[in-house]
């Protein structure tokens, strides 16, 4: 069978059984899987085994430890429960390339108010799946596993081997599931590309920025408020740190990598940022407060490192200690490596190649403005390229998050035509 022959077969095959593409997405848009904590991760893990076990082959469910999971990740992530994360081989006819496929169980919390209908409780309408995580990413999970059905079903020829990974806490960082697939040596060096669908269809990610979450603390002196004077509001002087922060947050702002970025942001190149995304201070009304904690969330470029970005932010938080004579403490809550892959290599050049053919027009490759646990993938040395079913309108994090199930199916496509012509040897 020629490559143009199975690409024709497998797609057939996809259009055929869109309605079970869009039954799976629902069936794990179902199962609330909120970090944090880590909601119904084993309930996920089973839903994805027993799809797996269709295909012919034996998947396996690794847990985390807990006492790992007590020393790597910070308890301030609020992690709780069980951690399974499921894994599988699919071999083929012959030897040849090693493909990794990642896709994350996890969800972010649903906003308690805004939905137009229970954000657990899939709802078709219009041409699209709503629901927490329909787009981030339960959706491009089911498009992996029917992307790997299309192979079985059809019987096409392909060589190599093809392992799927689903993985928990993406949406957090520190030490996911990824983390943990490195560790016990599921993912080495010896893998040859990497695909992930955790993006949107626009664009294709070749690059992803780094994160680094810290937890700063202004510590001050607790008293009653109706002598206030004689304690130190904690809460009132971290205000000021906060302008301190803002003000380095414009500077970072101003930076730009090299790399183009996703072109529906407004950005033409991928920028950092540094942002207070949480504060918490006081414990009653009548108490001046002797502690006020701050949350800063640094994005940073491919060109910025992890040390570089904790060094400029201790260089800040130590000067207002030394104008104002108060303790401050500082620490990694936790954080994402940068991701990159050249534009030029060939994996990424064998997906574009297929995503015009499928989406009838060209996919640039980019770098995203988020990030990713794959980035982990990518420190291996291993070429990862990220393609997704979501869109800059699918309003991921948001209320009424949606997928669209033409793009669930060109998904599976891409995915399936990248299986065919990168196992097959037509990468060029």
């Given at each position: 069978?020629s490559?143009?022959?199975?690409?024709?077969?497998?797609?057939?095959?996809?259009?055929?059984?869109q309605?079970?593409?869009?039954?799976?997405?629902?069936?794990?848009?179902?199962?609330?899987?909120?970090?944090p904590?880590?909601?119904?991760?084993?309930?996920?893990?089973?839903?994805?085994?027993?799809?797996?076990?269709?295909l012919?082959?034996?998947?396996?469910?690794s847990?985390?430890?807990?006492?790992?999971?007590?020393?790597k990740?910070?308890?301030e992530?609020?992690?709780?429960?069980?951690?399974?994360?499921?894994?599988a081989?699919?071999?083929?006819?012959?030897?040849?390339?090693?493909?990794?496929?990642?896709?994350?169980?996890?969800?972010?919390?649903a906003?308690?108010?805004?939905?137009?209908?229970?954000?657990?409780?899939?709802?078709?309408?219009?041409?699209?799946?709503?629901?927490r995580?329909?787009?981030?990413?339960?959706?491009?999970?089911?498009?992996?596993?029917?992307?790997l059905?299309?192979?079985?079903e059809?019987?096409?020829?392909?060589?190599?081997?093809?392992?799927?990974?689903?993985?928990?806490?993406e949406?957090?960082g520190g030490?996911?599931?990824?983390?943990?697939?490195?560790?016990?040596?599921?993912?080495?060096?010896?893998?040859?590309y990497?695909?992930?669908?955790?993006?949107?269809?626009?664009?294709?990610?070749v690059?992803?920025?780094?994160?680094?979450?810290?937890?700063?603390t202004?510590?001050?002196?607790?008293?009653?408020?109706g002598?206030?004077?004689?304690?130190?509001?904690?809460?009132?002087?971290?205000?000021?740190?906060?302008e301190?922060?803002?003000?380095?947050?414009?500077?970072?702002g101003?930076?730009?990598?090299?790399?183009?970025?996703?072109p529906?942001?407004g950005?033409?190149?991928?920028?950092?940022?540094?942002?207070?995304?949480?504060?918490?201070?006081?414990?009653?009304?009548?108490?001046?407060?002797?502690?006020?904690?701050?949350?800063?969330?640094?994005?940073?470029?491919?060109e910025?490192?992890?040390?570089?970005?904790?060094?400029e932010?201790?260089?800040?938080?130590?000067?207002?200690s030394?104008?104002?004579e108060?303790?401050?403490?500082?620490?990694?809550?936790?954080?994402?490596?940068?991701?990159?892959?050249?534009?030029?290599?060939?994996?990424?050049?064998?997906?574009?190649?297929v995503a015009?053919?499928?989406?009838?027009?060209?996919v640039?490759?980019?770098?995203?403005?988020g990030?990713?646990?794959?980035a982990?993938?990518?420190?291996?040395?291993?070429?990862v390229?990220?393609?997704?079913?979501?869109?800059?309108?699918?309003?991921?994090?948001?209320?009424?998050e949606?997928?669209?199930?033409?793009d669930?199916?060109s998904?599976?496509?891409?995915?399936?035509?990248?299986?065919?012509?990168?196992?097959?040897?037509?990468?060029?």
């Amino acid at each position: 069978m020629s490559l143009q022959t199975s690409i024709r077969t497998v797609d057939r095959w996809i259009d055929a059984h869109q309605k079970d593409l869009v039954d799976l997405t629902c069936r794990l848009v179902n199962i609330d899987t909120t970090v944090p904590p880590g909601r119904n991760y084993p309930r996920v893990a089973q839903l994805i085994v027993g799809e797996l076990k269709l295909l012919g082959i034996t998947p396996s469910v690794s847990y985390i430890p807990e006492a790992t999971i007590r020393r790597k990740a910070d308890p301030e992530l609020g992690l709780n429960g069980p951690r399974p994360n499921v894994t599988a081989s699919l071999k083929g006819a012959g030897e040849g390339p090693k493909i990794l496929l990642n896709g994350h169980m996890d969800v972010v919390p649903a906003q308690p108010t805004g939905w137009s209908s229970d954000p657990f409780k899939a709802t078709t309408k219009n041409g699209k799946i709503y629901g927490r995580g329909s787009a981030d990413m339960k959706g491009s999970d089911a498009a992996i596993i029917y992307s790997l059905k299309a192979l079985v079903e059809t019987g096409v020829h392909f060589n190599g081997s093809i392992t799927p990974t689903f993985t928990t806490d993406e949406e957090v960082g520190g030490y996911t599931g990824v983390n943990h697939f490195i560790d016990k040596h599921v993912i080495t060096k010896d893998i040859d590309y990497c695909l992930s669908p955790d993006t949107n269809i626009e664009a294709i990610d070749v690059a992803s920025l780094g994160d680094s979450e810290f937890l700063i603390t202004v510590h001050g002196k607790s008293a009653h408020s109706g002598r206030g004077w004689t304690g130190i509001n904690a809460i009132e002087h971290a205000s000021s740190l906060i302008e301190k922060l803002k003000k380095l947050g414009v500077e970072v702002g101003r930076r730009r990598s090299k790399i183009p970025a996703e072109p529906v942001f407004g950005n033409k190149w991928m920028r950092p940022g540094l942002y207070v995304t949480m504060v918490k201070g006081g414990i009653k009304g009548n108490i001046i407060p002797d502690s006020c904690d701050i949350l800063v969330d640094r994005r940073f470029i491919p060109e910025e490192n992890a040390a570089q970005v904790e060094r400029e932010l201790v260089k800040t938080v130590r000067e207002f200690s030394r104008d104002t004579e108060l303790k401050t403490s500082m620490k990694l809550v936790t954080g994402y490596t940068p991701m990159k892959t050249s534009p030029n290599h060939p994996l990424v050049k064998v997906v574009r190649r297929v995503a015009k053919r499928v989406l009838g027009q060209d996919v640039p490759p980019r770098g995203s403005q988020g990030s990713t646990d794959v980035a982990q993938v990518s420190s291996l040395g291993i070429p990862v390229v990220i393609i997704g079913a979501s869109r800059s309108d699918s309003n991921i994090h948001g209320v009424d998050e949606h997928v669209r199930i033409t793009d669930l199916v060109s998904v599976t496509k891409i995915f399936a035509h990248s299986y065919l012509e990168l196992l097959n040897g037509h990468v060029h």
